[in-house]
């Protein structure tokens, strides 16, 4: 079995060696009717027979996995595939660490890993079911593919998932899988897991902050996972990881893009101040105002999916080698954290205050940190476009106490800035803060699809290079009929 290219033959495309293992190739063959059910009733809506300009893994190789064809979407070769294996690879962190790393699921951390896995599953195909409707007011070809790419990448995620599932926790495990494909985001009776995967992402610019911000949670997660002491689950992350670095792409460009159009139509029409929202709206962009809005909600959202800052579980999970820290292998401390503090904000007697905590119950905290300085990068990078058309306007991260339903701030309200008001001022101000109605309804009155090759909607620039260096007027998607 050459680990490193994948074996295309068989119904589920893989590297994982399946055809000698028929327990489980048995099991995932019993699933993938199930699985192409599920895309097609929550799959993107009027798009399965369009052709689209995919990448699909061919091989592992960090240089080089992707091949790009055009394929019809329900024929995506969804599959297993996993990161080599690092030879000798010892366990990182925590109370085993310096031990080989397990092959096999530890019988005392089993329920813990299964949740684990079933927590990052569930986000895959929430994200899809979250999207599905965005194809019909595609900004562009080449935005439209971008959207089908992230799609069926999270499709292949829940399978990376589903695997380890089918794999390592036999008959419980196999139940799990089946739940997966049952749970819908937003259903009142069974809704996903998490409380961002159950948001609507209404329109593309929510769509490019979801994949900037919710993503890169995503990222964040594998980051941990993949320097799990289940060897496993550490490889399936790795080549996760690899995928996930082009939602984040989309999202980070997609707003880049939006923030340029913005920019530049307020500099033709000669409008300097970005809060003359009836002038800037009759020029068809989305005002910076209300970015920062949908920033704001999109940001806290996300924050809310890092848990508890204080966590046993989080300190369970780390202590016994499932999951570690962003970049463990690259931090000197002693990996073990039985005796370090970190500095949590807390909400104490009204009052929003910094202290230290056992290291080990502050990883959730960690790990939110860590994201934030991810974001504050991103954001940073924005500011830039807007300097470049010297418009006098910072987006900004809100304050982490902002908006939240999660931890330690769920119980207080703030403005972004992290004072905290009355509920009274709250529901006075919330306009200010986070998109209101007529935001959502100008947004959606510039929802118009654009369909020609090489052709953008008024409200934002065309990407500075295309996908596998297409021209601009590349056909990214053939639409059906
Ligand atoms: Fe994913
Ligand atoms: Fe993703």
Redesign the pocket.
């Given at each position: 079995m050459n680990i490193v290219n994948v074996d295309y033959d068989g119904l589920i495309p893989n590297n994982v060696g399946l055809n000698s293992d028929p327990r489980v190739k048995a099991a995932l063959e019993k699933w993938h009717p199930g699985y192409i059910n599920w895309w097609h009733d929550m799959g993107p809506e009027g798009f399965q027979q369009a052709i689209v300009y995919l990448r699909t893994a061919v091989s592992v190789d960090p240089k080089g996995w992707a091949k790009f064809d055009y394929v019809r979407m329900p024929e995506y070769k969804w599959g297993i595939l996993l990161a080599p294996q690092v030879e000798d690879r010892k366990i990182a962190f925590g109370a085993h660490k310096g031990q080989p790393v397990w092959q096999e699921v530890p019988g005392e951390y089993r329920a813990m890993l299964r949740r684990l896995i079933v927590i990052q599953g569930d986000t895959e195909p929430a994200?899809v079911e979250q999207q599905r409707y965005l194809g019909k007011t595609a900004p562009s070809l080449y935005d439209l593919r971008n959207l089908f790419q992230?799609n069926v990448?999270?499709g292949r995620?829940l399978w990376a998932m589903v695997y380890l599932l089918h794999k390592y926790f036999g008959a419980e495990g196999r139940e799990e899988a089946e739940e997966l494909l049952i749970r819908r985001s937003g259903d009142a009776d069974t809704p996903r897991m998490l409380g961002a995967f159950n948001e609507e992402t209404p329109d593309w610019l929510s769509f490019f902050m979801f994949?900037f911000f919710t993503?890169r949670d995503?990222k964040m997660q594998l980051e941990a996972l993949a320097q799990s002491g289940f060897d496993p689950l550490s490889r399936t992350t790795r080549f996760m990881l690899t995928?996930?670095a082009h939602?984040m792409f989309v999202g980070e460009t997609g707003v880049g893009r939006v923030i340029d159009r913005t920019c530049s139509e307020m500099k033709k029409a000669g409008i300097d101040d970005p809060n003359n929202l009836t002038a800037i709206r009759k020029l068809g962009v989305i005002d910076l105002p209300t970015i920062q809005r949908k920033l704001n909600l999109h940001y806290s959202l996300t924050l809310d999916l890092f848990g508890n800052e204080i966590s046993t579980n989080a300190a369970n999970a780390f202590h016994s080698g499932m999951k570690g820290r962003f970049h463990e292998d690259k931090l000197s401390d002693d990996h073990k954290l039985e005796s370090g503090h970190y500095p949590v904000l807390r909400c104490l007697n009204g009052k929003i205050v910094n202290e230290d905590a056992p290291a080990l119950s502050a990883l959730n905290m960690r790990l939110r940190d860590d994201y934030t300085k991810e974001c504050v990068g991103g954001v940073e990078r924005w500011n830039k476009i807007i300097e470049k058309y010297g418009i006098s306007f910072r987006l900004t991260l809100p304050h982490v106490a902002f908006h939240r339903h999660i931890g330690e701030f769920a119980k207080v309200k703030t403005d972004p800035t992290g004072t905290i008001i009355s509920e009274a001022e709250w529901e006075k101000r919330r306009d200010e803060f986070l998109p209101s109605n007529s935001d959502r309804e100008y947004i959606e009155s510039l929802m118009k699809p654009e369909r020609e090759p090489g052709k953008f909607a008024s409200w934002i620039s065309p990407p500075k290079v295309g996908i596998d260096n297409k021209p601009g007027d590349f056909e990214y998607v053939k639409l059906a009929g």
């Open positions: 994200s992230v990448e999270e995620h994949t993503d995503g995928e996930e939602h």
